[in-house]
């Protein structure tokens, strides 16, 4: 532990990088909803230990640093309510407090969309007995609180009541498929069916568990608690019946693979395995919150329909997706590029945010993500403020049929009804080693439309091979090439040398001669604060010919979630800043490369305005008040 200890004059400095993860590591098993169900006694003193372990690492950490502001002993920073309350998002949806986690079974019913969310009642922080709280919206923004929706109080489900989906059929009717944790000592994932209890309530309060549950138990060879989070179905014509898959892994003969099985059903009560398994990639490990559905396909032959697949590695706790082709034949999926197969290549966002799920809106023929995104702070702040975690903006997802070797995610356009008071510039040269200030309001609510192009003759001029440029490992905004940093600055204190979070791009020259691009979110220096995990986080991103670098980030107090090149690549952070908060902090643009300036094309920051829980949105909403 000593020769990880931070140095003492790095006051902003960033943690050193496995120092923070193993940080982020230790907190996401506490939280994770999983961990302390899946395993027995051992398992469970390994937790502890590693808990022993990580307070002792960073009450060491604390000491080292010899942070003046660190008083309380404790081996955190002295947080003010000022400070946490600040950290609440505006328009991003969260319960009033507690525990929230993975969105389940998102469902267009009625005119109002209906969001599931994973939640403990009783605390910040994951326990047995998940329950599902509930809120509707009528447009994906503004969310009312309904009663919980789903309470552990059966024996095939009062463990928790965990992940699902619901399917509609196309009747109209809607099916819950959900995973109980089962009463017995060896607690076992079974699959479990509800139904609306009065289909004329278009708010959906009241749910029917079904008598026949639990409905679908793992196959044989698979550990009790590694089948879990059913997929929505969907209807194969081909014989009939209902589709769905659910994720798992095989750990058999020193193997570590996900695994994703295929049933079939024709009425939700009998499930039949369909043989083989639909997917399986070595060294992944458990699938939890798999997804699977078509993309593309448009009206013409040459734009050939893929399927996205969908995973949450619940080892490193990202959700990955891969873009293929399915045989419903012989229950094959493939890859387009094995390079880029399910948990090695892509993901829906490089930044914080996991559990996943989509829905189609028939209502607006689009599909839409939702994930959660978790607390990087401390256990004992998420005690203080008294929630943890937010929903993500719910995000369309199409194929990017310019490139076809990606997938577009992008706010859903509600979200730019929320927009008021934009400040626009355009035209603006930042020259090498410089930053331009953006007058503004306020700056902790905005959504930022800005698009760059590198001084051409300096691109050109740059003809030296940099590879190896990584978001994660090279120092974020602070290091300089000739092609990047540049970007923008977010929650920054008006001194330079203050708290802020940049967002940017990075080029650079690949072996070949093309140009690379990077895109990274810098938390580094995003808080004075020891006790929250920061790190620089990112991608690589294809920009094609003629194309500026554009990005798009919903700025949200403690939440930011930044896109780039339309969708290309998302990147969401948690930061908690202690100075640059309220009318303290800033927006800047920045140019860090050391070869080429770059123009600020269009930069267009809108204030939004915030959405807060069950504000009444349409006068017809009164009538389903309770
Ligand atoms: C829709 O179809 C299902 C399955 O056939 C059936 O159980 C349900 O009653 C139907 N709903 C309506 C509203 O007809
Ligand atoms: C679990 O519930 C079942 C059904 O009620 C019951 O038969 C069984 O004894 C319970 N097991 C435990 C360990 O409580
Ligand atoms: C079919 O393609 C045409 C031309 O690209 C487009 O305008 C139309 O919206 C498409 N229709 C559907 C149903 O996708
Ligand atoms: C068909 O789709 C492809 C791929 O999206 C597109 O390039 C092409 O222009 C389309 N053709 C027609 C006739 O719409
Ligand atoms: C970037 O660095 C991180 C952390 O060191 C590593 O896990 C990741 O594989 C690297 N990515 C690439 C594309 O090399
Ligand atoms: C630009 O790089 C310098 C040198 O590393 C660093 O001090 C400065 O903070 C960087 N600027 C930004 C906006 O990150
Ligand atoms: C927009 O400007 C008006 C008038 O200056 C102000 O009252 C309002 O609060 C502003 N809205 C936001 C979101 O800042």
Known sequence: MESRAIPSGAVYAALLPFAADDVAQVKEDHHSRRWRACFVLMAASAVVALLVVASVFVGGRMATAGDANDEDGAGGFPWSNEMLQWQRAGYHFQPERN?????NGPVYYRGYYHLFYQYNPKGVAWDDGMEWGH???????????????????H???????????????????????????????????????????????????????????????????????????PTSAWFDESDATWRTLIGSKDDHQGSHAGIAFMFKTKNFLSFERVPGILHRVEGTGMWE???????????????????????????????????????????????????????????????????STTFYDPANKRRIMLGYVGETDSARSDLAKGWASVQSIPRTVTLDEKTRTNLLLWPVEEVETLRSNATEISGIT?????????????????????????????????????????????????ARGALGPFGLLVHAAGDRRGEQTAIYFYVSRALDGGLRTSFCND????????????????????????????????????????????????????????????????????????????????????????????????????????
Request: aromatic share 8%; glycine share 6%.
């Open 289 to 355: 919150c798999i997804d699977f559905y078509p993309v593309g396909g448009g009206n013409n032959s040459s734009s050939e329909v893929l399927y996205v697949i969908k995973a949450s590695m619940d080892d490193e706790r990202h959700d990955y997706y891969s873009l293929g082709r399915y045989d419903a034949a012989a229950n094959t999926w493939t890859p387009v590029d094995t390079e880029l197969d399910l948990g090695i290549g892509l993901r829906y966002d490089w930044g914080k945010l996991y559990a």
């Open 155 to 229: 024996w095939y489900d009062i463990k928790g009541v965990l992940s699902g989906s619901i399917t509609a059929l196309s009747n109209g009717s809607l099916i819950m498929m959900y995973t109980g944790v089962t009463n017995a000592t060896k607690m076992v994932e079974v699959q479990c069916l509800a139904v609306p209890a009065d289909p004329n309530d278009p708010l959906l309060r009241d749910w029917t568990k079904h008598p026949a549950n639990p409905v679908l138990s793992h196959p044989v060879g698979i550990k009790d608690m590694d089948f879990r989070d």
């Open 99 to 103: 525990f929230m986690s993975d969105p």
């Open 523 to 626: 938390e580094s220096r995003s808080s004075r604060a020891r006790d929250v995990v920061t790190r620089v986080v990112g991608s690589t991103v294809p920009v094609l010919d003629g194309e500026a670098l554009s990005m798009r980030v919903l700025v949200d107090h403690s939440i930011v979630q930044s896109f780039a090149m339309g969708g290309r690549s998302a990147v969401t952070s948690r930061v908690y800043p202690t100075e640059a908060i309220y009318t303290a902090a800033g927006v800047y643009l920045f140019n860090n490369a050391t070869g080429a300036g770059v123009t600020a094309e269009k930069v267009v920051v809108h204030q939004m305005e915030s959405s807060p829980n069950n504000e009444v949105i349409l006068a017809d909403d009164l009538a389903y008040t309770s």
């Open 430 to 478: 930042l020259d090498t080693s410089s930053v331009f200030h953006i007058p503004l309001r306020q700056s902790s609510q905005l959504d930022i439309e800005a698009s760059f192009r590198l001084d051409a003759s300096a691109v050109a001029a740059v003809n030296e091979a940099e590879v190896g440029y990584n978001c994660s490992s090279s120092g974020g905004a602070a």
């Open 135 to 153: 809120v509707v919206s009528r447009d994906l923004l503004h969310w009312r609180t309904l009663p919980l929706a789903m309470l552990p109080d």
